[in-house]
Each structure stands twice: as structure tokens, then as C-alpha cells.
């Protein structure tokens, strides 16, 4: 330590030596002499070990000219700042607590060298290079150095700007500097501030604090307003880190407040505000926003959700009557609160010193709070009317927030900090020789303090404060970080109160907790409710997000989903289709089963169509019937009698087959429906083709030599050519069936949001030769009964078998366009009604006419009658 001070020493005698050519001391004097003296302001304590601070005790300081046309003068500080001063007191009870614990350092006494930045960067750079270097006026280079020792760490600084000045430097040599207050982000930097420690949270994790508070409440749309400094415009860089390309939550404009009172910069950054949809500020500024606030002020911008950083969040500057209206109900990040027993007594014991040569800021807080001038006092203060001190004033009969130690925030860090170098000092101390961290196991000796071996144990520490805060540190010197979430609340009678809504910290277990209290907030809106502050509305269920070109992510348009797709939960910008048996909603929102369609027995067409076929059957019973009972008589005898029986039993079976395509389609069905159709009709085809065959054959055998023509019309031949016949449809039917049997199908080319239910036919090729070999026999059937049509019977058969015929090809040859043409369940209609009207109109047309000669014309139902010889 010393060494590098004897270093630093010589460098400023080298520099001096080397500008001042009128020096006549030689250049390699025995004494080397400070090239400047600062004059600054602080207080100091004597110890073993000395630590120093540097603290804001005034609000604001002077801009000097620097003509260079003679010495330039140090700033001049003004404007008392009560809470910077007991941060300073606090950071003295904390020594002096240490040196009366017995557990703590025991046989060490620490002291403290503490000066005031006065707000000024060069100022506190200064000031921490006394605190380094030391102040002497000569030091002797051949001998030990002598005078106040330089200090082993620092607390402070307050600002994140002078915090990154000062570590700069420090940290080429290793000094341990513990801020209480610098929050920017870059300090975690541990490759530019390796010895840069801290008790308050960086500003890297009050951003994530804002924007989880942001997404709470839905907040996806907010401003940005910063300071023009390191603390403001490292938290605006923070900001959109960690806002990212998705992360929800979008910045709606970014504004740099002026350093200086700029009213027309002030105005624009205003006019931005007012016409910004975003309802929600967030200010990440120091005393900027006091201009700001007078700009709201005199514009009467309201309506707006503010969110106050740390540095700003209990500044009771800003909660006055006149700003209330514009501030009220701010949400703000708050440092955690904390106590600190035996603080106010300590405070209880400050004295002024009339004669101003000790206790620096006594004096200057004396004066603040009793509004009196020590003597001699400021030139027309007494003629004004002003008191002068007396140094006996009652400090307990004033009402000040210098007393009031119930909401200690940054003086509590003031102590954690304090706390830290001591518990790391103490375990350095405590180190056994040859079980030290240091080359050769060594350790760090009381009379030979080096600072970087503080560092060291600066990152090991970790304690518990009496208030039951745990304090360590990171890889980067932050401390676990916490928060206070804090609410300005605007009382009926005007008062003002901040008000500890909620916490936000990070544990080593949870991570990232947020944890608020909604009904203890105050809202300043007349709906007494959050406020709404998006840039574009939630898009509703069936709709998804398109992005607006050129703008950010929580701008868009809502597009609603096609159909058969509804909008994703897990991905708001597209849209998903359903899967294949389900179709969407009507609102988009969610997939519901496709609608089932098929020709059911429960609609109106199924039961029209199911009602014909049994009516048909019953017809068909019912004739059966008539012959069955009327079978000796000549009509019914007429043309073989079986074949008209086979016919009935056949037609029968036409009507009951179309049963078999209504209902829902399964596979016995689909592979019965056809096979049963296409064999009951070849059966039914295969007897008309018989019985007109065997009336051309009796019209031949009535000639001359004709005889020999019924031989090959028996009744066996007859049989035999309907069994050969049907058995052909019968063997297309099962090979169909075996090689590409039919098969119920879902279509969906239909109807998108249907699934028609259909039996395929499996083979295309045995649909058509099934359906052909009909047409041939009924084709062969028509023109055999057509060359037959004008026989001389009386009641010629052939002329209803024409007739039948022409129906039947006549309905066969519409049904095919028509089935192709018909989608869905309207196929299987098309093929139900083509079977009952080809059905019926071969009962009406073979045995309408004879069922009319057995009931109602039964003198006409004689063989006479038939063969045309006249009624008997």
C-alpha cells in the first residue's frame, strides 16, 4: 500500500518538476510537495484503520470560469441537503456501534474520513484521491511516510456518474469502493470496476422490476423518460434489452430530459406525451423532473399512470398540493426501508460549533432547521428580522425529517455498507498464518494493510443485519437485491402519503418475485381501476396479430381466422387448423366436431324414402297374396305362374335392398347394399327375360312345325336360366367383394366443416360391370317383349314386359348422370329412389293390369278371354 502511494507521489513531484521551470529545488530533492491543495469539507475521526465516504451534503453547487488567466477556484456548494447529511452521521454511528462490539474487530479501532462531493463529479474525484493519497503538505521520501493514513475502502458515491469516475481509477489499484446509492447497470462490469462493491440493487434489476410491474397490469404500451447522465441513459439501454423482440411489452417513444431548464425541449418532450396512446411514464431521472413536472403543470397533461425510480420515489419535492393532481397514485421503485436501533439518539447528539473549526455540517444543519444565522451572521440579517444561534436550541422541540428514522432507505445502505468492510476487514484479521488465500498461504497483517486483499474478502462476505437483511455479494459486487414497490396516495384532506404496496426481490431458490398488494393502492383516476394502456387491443378468440409494418410488436391489426382454424393460445400471431374430424367454431375460437351427414332414417328424405320401400314390400306381399289365391285362374296361370311368383318375391326383395342405403354407413352394409341390389335385380330381370322368351316361344309353337319350340321352354329350362342368369351377378358381386370390397369413408371434399358419410365403392370397374350386366339382360329383355308386342292374345303379357322395360331402362339410364352430379348423402337418394321407382314401375306395369282383371273385371279372367275368343 505504501508503495504504490510513494509511486503515485513521485509521479505528481515528476509532473510539477517537469511544467514549473522557475522550481529551483533540484530535480532529485529529498522532499517531494503536493502540486495542489484541495479544500475539502468533511469530517474526520482518528482509528486504526481508517475508512472514508464521500456523501452529497448539498443540493446544488456553482459553475466556475476557467479563464486560466489565474489560479482556477474550487465550486462553491449551496442548498443544504438534510438527508445527504445523515447519511453522513449515519455512516459515523456505524463506525462507532463497530468499535463499542467486542465481537467485531476487537483491538481494532476504525475511523472515518467522510467528505462532501458537493454534487460535482470533479469535486468527488478529488475527494477520493485525498482519501487514497493523503493531504500532507511534504512527505519525506527517506523515511517511513507520515501523517494521516490513506484510507483502506470508501463508501460511497451517491451517484451512479460519480461512482463510474472515481471506480475507474480506484480500481487500477485495487481500493474497495462500496456504493450505497449508484445503481447504474455498467457498474457490474467487472472487467472496468474489479473493486467496485454495492448495497442497493442495480438498475439492471429495477428494470425488470418496472417491467414486471408492467405486465401485471397488462401495461404492454408505456413511455420512457430519462435523465441525460449514466444512471438514465444506461437504464433506457437496460430497457430495451430486456423488453427483447418478444417480450410483450413495448416502448411507445424514448425522451432525454435536459440537464439545464430547457423550456422548448421541455415543451416538445411534453407535446410527445399528450399525443402517445401510451398512458403509462416511466421516469428514470434525478431532479430533471422537477422541470418536467412544472411543463405538465402549466399544459394540464393528466390522466396518466406514473412510475417512479428509485431516485425519485420519496422525494417529497414532488408531492406537493400543486403537483398532486398530475402525480397522484405513482407507483415507484423503492430502496428497501430498514431500521436501525439507537440512530435517532445518536442523532439527538449533534452540537453546533460556534466557531466553525470542527464538525463540518453541524453548523449548516443547525442553521437549516432553526432558521438562524451563527454569528457573525450574513450581512442584513438582523435588520431583517433573523435570529441568531445560541448552539442551545432544543433539537427535540422541532418537527424534522432529520429525526425521523422510520423510513431509512439509503441511510440503511449507508450501514449495510459500513457493515460490509468491517465483516470483511474482521475475517482478514482473523486469518491463521500459513492457511491464508494469498501466495503461500499467507495472510493479511494489520500493519501492512493492502487493499486488494480486501476485495478478496469484500466477496466473501456475508452477514445478517439486525433487521434480518441478508448481505452478500455476487460475482459482480451486487447485492441480493430487493425492493420496495411504493404508492403516492392523495388523502380526502389533502395530505400526502407514500404508502409500501408490495416487494419485489430475488432469492437464490424462487428467482424473481413480485408480490403486491392491490387493494392498499390508490388510483388517481375517477374509475378508482388500473388504467388501461395498450397500443392495440387484445385481438379477440378467433382472430390472430399482424404485426403493423414499421411499428413495434404491441401494434397490430386482428385478422380473423380462416375457416377451419382457430387462433393459437400459444402463439398469438397465427392461426391453427383443426384437426381432421373437427371444424372451427362459428367464433374462431375453439374446434367442434364436424357435423355428421348421412341419409338418416330421422330426416325427412330418409323417412320418405324408407316409408315408399316398405310401402313398395307391402305391395308386393299383398299381390302375392292375390295370386297366391287366385293361382288356378287362367291370369295367373298365364305365362307360368312361378315366374310370376319368383318375380314378386324378387321385386320384393328390390323394394327391402334400398333399406340398406339409408342409415348410418358401416361395412356389412356397404359391402351388402350393392350385391344385394345388383342380385335381386338380375333376379327380377332374369324372370321377365324368361317369361318373354317363353311367350315369343308359345306364339311360334302355335303355327305349323312350331311344336318343337316349347321343348326348350319347360319349366326347369325356365328355372335353370334365372339360376344361370343370377348366378353370373352373383359371381361379378363376390369377386367384386373380394378384390375392392366397398367400405364406409369420411369425405370432406364435400363440405368443409361436414363429413358426409358414403360407402365407396371400392372398384369402380365392378360398379359398372355390376350395373351393365343389368342393362344388358333389361336390354335384351325389352327387345325380345318388343318383336312380341303385337301377338294376336287378347291379353298380350309381351306389350307389359315392353312397357316395363321402357320404365325400367328409362329411369336406369337418369340415374347415372344423376348419381355422378349428386354430393354426398344425395348419391345414396338418387340410388334409393332410381330402385323404388324401376320397382315400381315394374309391379304397376306387369301386374297392375291383372290384378285389375282378377278384382274388378273377373269375367274377363277366363282363357277365352285370353286367347281372344270373346267373354264368356
Not at 462553491?76 to 445523515?86: A, V
Not at 348421412?598 to 328424405?605: G, N, R, V
Not at 320404365?807 to 348419391?827: D, E, L, Q, T
Request: proline share 5%.
Amino acid at each position: 500500500m505504501w508503495t504504490f502511494l510513494t509511486t503515485k507521489l513521485l509521479l505528481f513531484f515528476l509532473l510539477y518538476s517537469y511544467f514549473s521551470s522557475a522550481v529551483s529545488s533540484p530535480l532529485y530533492s529529498s522532499s517531494c510537495h503536493l502540486q495542489g491543495q484541495f479544500y475539502l469539507s468533511g469530517i474526520h475521526k482518528a482509528g486504526d484503520v481508517v475508512l472514508g465516504g464521500l456523501f452529497q451534503i448539498h443540493l446544488f453547487s456553482t459553475h466556475s470560469d476557467l479563464p486560466f488567466t489565474s489560479e482556477p477556484q474550487q465550486p462553491t456548494c449551496y442548498g443544504f441537503h438534510i438527508s445527504g447529511f445523515r447519511e453522513v452521521l449515519t455512516m459515523a454511528f456505524a463506525i462507532d456501534e463497530i468499535n463499542r462490539n467486542s465481537n467485531l474487530l476487537p483491538n481494532v479501532t476504525l475511523g472515518y474520513s467522510l467528505y462532501d462531493n458537493c454534487v460535482r463529479v470533479g469535486v468527488a474525484f478529488l475527494a477520493a484521491l485525498s482519501l487514497v493519497n493523503g493531504q500532507e503538505e511534504q512527505i519525506i521520501l527517506h523515511e517511513n511516510c507520515v501523517g494521516t493514513p490513506p484510507v483502506l475502502g470508501i463508501v460511497g458515491d451517491s451517484s451512479s456518474t460519480r461512482s463510474i469516475a472515481i471506480s475507474t481509477v480506484l480500481g487500477l489499484y485495487r481500493v474497495p469502493m462500496v456504493s450505497y446509492f449508484a445503481t447504474c447497470s455498467c457498474l457490474s462490469d467487472r472487467q472496468k470496476f474489479p473493486s467496485f462493491f454495492r448495497t442497493i440493487p442495480s438498475d439492471a434489476f429495477q428494470v425488470r422490476a418496472m417491467i414486471q410491474i408492467l405486465k401485471h397490469f397488462g401495461w404492454t404500451w408505456f413511455g420512457l423518460l430519462v435523465s441525460d447522465d449514466d444512471y438514465g441513459l444506461h437504464a433506457a439501454r437496460s430497457f430495451q434489452t430486456d423488453l427483447g423482440p418478444s417480450g410483450g411489452v413495448c416502448l411507445a417513444y424514448t425522451e432525454i430530459l435536459p440537464k439545464e431548464n430547457d423550456p422548448a425541449e421541455l415543451k416538445r418532450i411534453v407535446d410527445v406525451m399528450k399525443k402517445s396512446t401510451a398512458r403509462v411514464v416511466i421516469g428514470f431521472a434525478h431532479s430533471h423532473m422537477i422541470n418536467l413536472m412544472e411543463e405538465v403543470v402549466r399544459q394540464n397533461v393528466t390522466g396518466l399512470q406514473w412510475i417512479a425510480s428509485e431516485v425519485w420515489t420519496t422525494a417529497a419535492v414532488l408531492q406537493t398540493p400543486r403537483l398532486m393532481p398530475y402525480l397522484g397514485g405513482t407507483l415507484g421503485i423503492a430502496v428497501r426501508r430498514g431500521e436501525i436501533p439507537e440512530l435517532r439518539d445518536f442523532l439527538l447528539q449533534i452540537r453546533p460549533d460556534p466557531h466553525h473549526n470542527n464538525s463540518y455540517g453541524n453548523n449548516m444543519f443547525w442553521e437549516y432547521t432553526f432558521q438562524c444565522r451563527f454569528t457573525p451572521p450574513p450581512a442584513g440579517w438582523v435588520e431583517a428580522g433573523g435570529a441568531l444561534c445560541t448552539g442551545q436550541e432544543d433539537l427535540e422541540s422541532v418537527e424534522t425529517e432529520f429525526l425521523d428514522v422510520s423510513n431509512l432507505r439509503p441511510e440503511y445502505n449507508v450501514y449495510k455498507a459500513v457493515y460490509a468492510l468491517a465483516y470483511a476487514l474482521d475475517d482478514m484479521l482473523q486469518c491463521e498464518p500459513g492457511r491464508g488465500p494469498f501466495s503461500g498461504n499467507s495472510c493479511g497483517n494489520l500493519h501492512r494493510l493492502e487493499p486488494w486483499q480486501l476485495v478478496y474478502y469484500l466477496g466473501k462476505v456475508n452477514f445478517t443485519t439486525s433487521f434480518g437483511d441478508q448481505v452478500s455479494f455476487d460475482e459482480n459486487g451486487d447485492v441480493l437485491p430487493i425492493y420496495d414497490i411504493m404508492n403516492w396516495q392523495w388523502l380526502p384532506d389533502g395530505r400526502t402519503k407514500v404508502q409500501t404496496v408490495g416487494e419485489v426481490k430475488k432469492s437464490a431458490f424462487k428467482g424473481e418475485e413480485l408480490k403486491l398488494d392491490e387493494d392498499k393502492i390508490f388510483w388517481n383516476f375517477e374509475s378508482k381501476e388500473p388504467p388501461r394502456s395498450v397500443c392495440s387491443e387484445s385481438c379477440p378468440p378467433g382472430t390472430r396479430m399482424a404485426r403493423k409494418k414499421g411499428e413495434p410488436e404491441c401494434c397490430f391489426d386482428c385478422i380473423p381466422c380462416s375457416e377451419g382454424m382457430i387462433s393459437n393460445k400459444t402463439d398469438s400471431t397465427e392461426c391453427i387448423s383443426c384437426p381432421e374430424d373437427f371444424w372451427s367454431s362459428p367464433q374462431r375460437d375453439h374446434c367442434v366436431p364436424k357435423k355428421i351427414e348421412f341419409l338418416s332414417y330421422h330426416e325427412p328424405l330418409g323417412i320418405c324414402l324408407t316409408t315408399t320401400s316398405l310401402l313398395g314390400t307391402f305391395i308386393c306381399a299383398v299381390i302375392l297374396g292375390i295370386f297366391i289365391y287366385h293361382r288356378r285362374t287362367p291370369v295367373v296361370r298365364a305365362n307360368n305362374s312361378e315366374l310370376s311368383f319368383q318375380l314378386l318375391l324378387s321385386l320384393k326383395l328390390c323394394f327391402l335392398c334400398s333399406l340398406l342405403f339409408i342409415g348410418r354407413p358401416r361395412l356389412w352394409t356397404c359391402q351388402l347394399r350393392h350385391a344385394a341390389f345388383g342380385i335381386s335385380f338380375v333376379l327380377c330381370v332374369s324372370c321377365i327375360l324368361v317369361k318373354t322368351m317363353v311367350v315369343l316361344a308359345v306364339f311360334k309353337a302355335s303355327k305349323p312345325g312350331g311344336e318343337a319350340s316349347l321343348k326348350w321352354f319347360g319349366a326347369v329350362q325356365q328355372r335353370g336360366t334365372v339360376v344361370v342368369l343370377t348366378s353370373v351377378q352373383a359371381t361379378i358381386c363376390t369377386v367384386w367383394l373380394v378384390s375392392a370390397s366397398p367400405a364406409p369413408h369420411k369425405n370432406t371434399y364435400y363440405h368443409n366443416d361436414k363429413i358426409v358419410y358414403e360407402c365407396v365403392v371400392g372398384s369402380t370397374v365392378g360398379f359398372a360391370v355390376l350395373l351393365g350386366y343389368i342393362g344388358i339382360l333389361a336390354i335384351l329383355s325389352f327387345l325380345i317383349a318388343f318383336l312380341a308386342r303385337n301377338l294376336p292374345d287378347s291379353f298380350n303379357e309381351a306389350k307389359l314386359i315392353t312397357f316395363s322395360m321402357l320404365i325400367f331402362c328409362a329411369v336406369w339410364v337418369a340415374f347415372v348422370p344423376a348419381y355422378v352430379n349428386s354430393p354426398g348423402k344425395y348419391a345414396d337418394a338418387v340410388e334409393v329412389f332410381a330402385i323404388l321407382a324401376s320397382s315400381f314401375g315394374l309391379l304397376v306395369a306387369l301386374f297392375g293390369p291383372k290384378c285389375y282383371i282378377i278384382l274388378l273385371r273377373p269375367e274377363r279372367n277366363t282363357k277365352k278371354a285370353i286367347m281372344g275368343r270373346g267373354i264368356e
